[in-house]
């Protein structure tokens, strides 16, 4: 996102889960980076920026108007096709039947931040990398303990292809949403 913002644009890096941060100086914080498909009618790289996220305290928070707007623009401008479903955050790995039983209960995605985050207006993109038919081993989670687990090497080749596509994205709608935004 850093190297796609312009420069009244705040740009904090928080890791997964939000190791590294969780509250955001300002009025806005825009959550940007990947997610997990529920549905399998959602390939890698479909752009997900929902009206309403889950929190992983059973809580509903709706997200800021105004920036959803901005974000669908930006994807739109950018020639990406936008799901609006309601995203679910969690506090572990969603896969296997967890990703059905979410995407029943009318989930499009799933990430590990966006309902954690603290900010007065919330608003999030997310691209799709892992899929309910191309999923990823969870010692992901932690690279440098995934290179010691032989069964996620086969994860490298997608991982290597599809993270930086889908994150640059997603960095992409960001940036030139909260240059809209800041107009």
Avoid: K
Avoid at 40 to 53: F, H, K, Y
Avoid at 103 to 125: F, H, K, N, P, Q
Wanted: hydrophobic share 45%.
């Amino acid at each position: 996102m850093r190297r796609f913002a312009s420069g009244g644009v705040q740009v904090v890096e928080s890791g997964v889960a939000l190791r590294t941060q969780s509250c955001v100086e300002g009025d806005l914080a825009i959550s940007c980076g990947l997610a997990g498909g529920l549905r399998p009618d959602l390939p890698t790289g479909a752009v997900l920026v929902p009206e309403r996220v889950l929190r992983p305290d059973g809580g509903e928070m709706q997200c800021d108007e105004p920036a959803v707007n901005a974000l669908t623009n930006a994807a739109l401008q950018l020639g990406h096709r936008v799901i609006h479903e309601p995203l679910v955050t969690s506090h572990t790995f969603v896969s296997g039947e967890e990703r059905a039983i979410w995407a029943a209960r009318g989930y499009a995605g799933v990430d590990m931040e966006t309902g954690l985050l603290r900010a007065s207006r919330i608003a999030c993109v997310r691209v799709v990398l892992d899929t309910p038919q191309r999923e990823i081993s969870p010692a992901w989670l932690h690279p440098a303990r995934a290179i010691l687990q032989p069964r996620a090497w086969r994860d490298l080749p997608f991982l290597m292809r599809e993270g930086p596509r889908c994150s640059n994205i997603a960095a992409q709608i960001a940036a030139a949403a909260a240059d809209q935004l800041q107009r």
